[in-house]
């Protein structure tokens, strides 16, 4: 509360603060906070999007080393890849020596709200 410089004898009487300056920060405050979380949401979606492809991209290439092997050997080395990278292996198969994985990544960016990332990779010899 302010106080007003009195005339010669006149009464000091207080100036009311309605406080609006205060609504006006705390909105703009809740506007960054808003805007922060959605930024971190998609940062996190982001994230797992590409740890998702590394995964794929790495258990493909483990899979077509292992081709000649078979593809239970093939696929368990993917999976093996996959879960070291933190995803999970959705699909491996084998097209003659070239191996296709799928993996996914689970993330939850604000609590209450799950998404799953999916990647898919080919490795293979290369032709000529």
């Given at each position: 509360?302010?106080?007003?410089?009195?005339?010669?004898?006149?009464?000091?009487?207080p100036?009311?603060?309605?406080?609006?300056?205060?609504?006006?920060?705390?909105?703009?405050?809740?506007?960054?906070?808003?805007?922060?979380?959605?930024g971190?949401?998609?940062?996190?979606?982001r994230?797992?999007?590409?740890?998702?492809?590394?995964?794929?991209?790495?258990?493909?290439?483990a899979?077509?080393?292992?081709?000649l092997?078979?593809?239970?050997v093939a696929?368990?080395?993917?999976?093996?890849?996959?879960?070291?990278?933190?995803?999970?292996?959705?699909?491996?198969?084998?097209?003659?020596?070239?191996?296709?994985?799928?993996?996914?990544?689970?993330?939850?960016?604000v609590?209450?709200?799950?998404?799953?990332?999916t990647?898919?990779?080919?490795?293979?010899?290369?032709?000529?």
């Open positions: 509360m302010t106080v007003r410089a009195a005339a010669a004898g006149a009464p000091i009487q100036r009311g603060d309605r406080g609006g300056a205060t609504v006006c920060l705390l909105a703009v405050g809740l506007v960054f906070v808003v805007v922060g979380v959605f971190a949401a998609v940062g996190a979606a994230v797992a999007r590409q740890r998702a492809a590394v995964a794929a991209d790495f258990g493909a290439l899979a077509a080393g292992q081709a092997a078979g593809g239970g696929c368990g080395s993917a999976d093996e890849i996959a879960r070291g990278n933190g995803a999970r292996l959705t699909g491996c198969r084998l097209d003659g020596l070239d191996a296709v994985v799928t993996t996914e990544v689970t993330v939850t960016p609590p209450g709200l799950t998404r799953v990332a990647a898919t990779a080919r490795a293979g010899p290369p032709r000529a």
